[in-house]
């Protein structure tokens, strides 16, 4: 169902609501990414329409909900109140729309997940491609970012559910979904490459090259259990530059197996002693008040990770 075919509707008994809905999307698509031009873009709207959308809920409203300056599209503290509750009203408008679809037998919808890289890189692709093809009616949108991004849209409802790493510091639902082992990585002209594990007592005195706290506390973590303050060189955001960091001699790092899928021939990866591991889940403000979709979804990433084949996936759930 395209929202915006109802800015051209008329003489519709319910014609105030639906432009309603068309403007608090408009309004929900400028926020999420912060221009009118790839807001106007992504909507098939022109610009002009876009600016007049905005204009007309701050005239309605009688206040401004967005900021326009050289570094870009803001939200004001007023926009930023009302935000959550338009989120919310096109959240159970999606849900409406796809329930009368289930009813009538149709499977329609959009999933807005929020995700890290190892997770899409590793599962989405192939998740998404056979969904698709049993839903090919049911559009999924992606948000990619850190831990603290993830937890924020989730919040804010800019996602329908994210992957994290558990535990989540905030009040969320969460469904665990795998136990991915934390490993250790070295050159490999590093001493130590000779041994098949390696303890935290032998990484002390190594110079680690950390992910950035935002993309993963679990190092962090493992570190305290062992009581071990890691001798920081370097702290990266991207797994990959980490990766390469090691491969050129400038340390050692710590990182978790779905990460460890293509490392150069001249980088080592040793079991670390202990069970050490982060736990990846799923988290939403309320598993039961999502849509249909995404409950279908939800089901699908469980079954599809169950399973030891693809073949044997059940998808009539």
Same mark, same amino acid.
């Given at each position: 169902?395209?929202?915006?075919?109802?800015?051209?509707e008329?003489?519709?008994?319910?014609?105030?609501?639906?432009? !309603?809905? %068309?403007?608090?999307?408009? *309004?929900?698509?400028?926020?999420? $990414?912060? &221009?009118?031009?790839e807001?106007?873009? =992504?909507?098939?709207?022109?610009?002009?329409?876009?600016?007049?959308?905005?204009?007309?809920?701050?005239?309605?409203?009688?206040?401004?909900?967005?900021s326009?300056?050289?570094?870009?599209?803001?939200?004001?503290?007023?926009?930023?109140?009302?935000?959550?509750y338009?989120?919310?009203?096109?959240?159970w408008?999606?849900?409406?729309?796809?329930?009368?679809?289930?009813?009538?037998?149709?499977?329609?919808?959009?999933?807005?997940?929020?995700?890290?890289?190892?997770?899409?890189?590793?599962?989405?692709?192939?998740?998404?491609?056979?969904?698709?093809e049993?839903?090919?009616?049911?559009?999924?949108?992606?948000?990619?970012?850190?831990?603290?991004?993830?937890?924020?849209?989730?919040? !804010?409802? %800019?996602v329908?559910?994210? *992957?994290?790493?558990?535990?989540? $510091?905030? &009040?969320?639902?969460?469904?665990?979904? =795998?136990?991915?082992?934390?490993l250790?990585?070295?050159?490999?002209?590093?001493?130590?490459?000779?041994?098949?594990?390696?303890?935290?007592?032998?990484?002390?005195?190594?110079?680690?090259?950390?992910?950035?706290?935002s993309c993963?506390?679990d190092?962090?973590?493992?570190?305290?259990?062992?009581?071990?303050?890691?001798?920081?060189?370097?702290?990266?955001?991207?797994?990959?530059?980490?990766?390469?960091?090691?491969?050129?001699?400038?340390?050692i790092?710590?990182?978790?197996?779905?990460?460890l899928?293509?490392?150069?021939?001249n980088?080592?990866?040793?079991?670390?002693?202990?069970?050490?591991?982060?736990?990846?889940?799923?988290?939403?403000?309320?598993?039961?008040?999502?849509?249909?979709?995404?409950?279908?979804?939800?089901?699908?990433?469980?079954?599809? $990770?169950?399973?030891?084949?693809?073949?044997?996936?059940?998808?009539?759930?």
């Amino acid at each position: 169902m395209n929202v915006f075919k109802v800015i051209v509707e008329k003489n519709s008994c319910n014609g105030v609501i639906k432009m !309603s809905l %068309a403007k608090f999307e408009i *309004f929900s698509t400028v926020v999420e $990414l912060g &221009s009118l031009t790839e807001a106007s873009v =992504k909507l098939g709207l022109t610009q002009s329409a876009v600016s007049h959308a905005l204009a007309s809920l701050e005239s309605e409203w009688g206040f401004s909900i967005l900021s326009r300056g050289r570094s870009g599209i803001h939200l004001t503290s007023n926009g930023e109140l009302v935000l959550q509750y338009i989120r919310e009203i096109l959240k159970w408008n999606e849900q409406m729309v796809q329930q009368i679809a289930n009813i009538n037998g149709l499977e329609v919808g959009t999933i807005r997940i929020g995700t890290f890289s190892s997770v899409s890189i590793q599962w989405l692709p192939e998740i998404m491609n056979y969904f698709n093809e049993y839903y090919p009616s049911i559009e999924i949108k992606l948000l990619e970012g850190d831990y603290n991004e993830i937890e924020h849209w989730i919040s !804010s409802g %800019a996602v329908d559910f994210g *992957f994290l790493s558990l535990p989540t $510091l905030k &009040s969320f639902e969460v469904i665990p979904l =795998k136990k991915d082992r934390m490993l250790c990585i070295l050159p490999d002209k590093h001493p130590l490459t000779q041994l098949s594990e390696i303890n935290f007592e032998q990484i002390k005195g190594e110079m680690l090259i950390m992910p950035k706290k935002s993309c993963d506390n679990d190092v962090r973590r493992i570190c305290k259990e062992n009581n071990m303050i890691p001798n920081v060189k370097f702290e990266l955001a991207d797994d990959q530059a980490i990766i390469s960091m090691v491969q050129n001699g400038m340390g050692i790092s710590i990182l978790p197996e779905m990460v460890l899928y293509r490392v150069p021939d001249n980088v080592r990866i040793l079991s670390l002693e202990g069970d050490h591991y982060r736990s990846i889940g799923i988290a939403a403000t309320s598993f039961k008040n999502v849509s249909p979709a995404v409950k279908k979804f939800i089901t699908y990433i469980q079954s599809w $990770l169950n399973e030891s084949t693809q073949d044997n996936i059940n998808f009539s759930q």
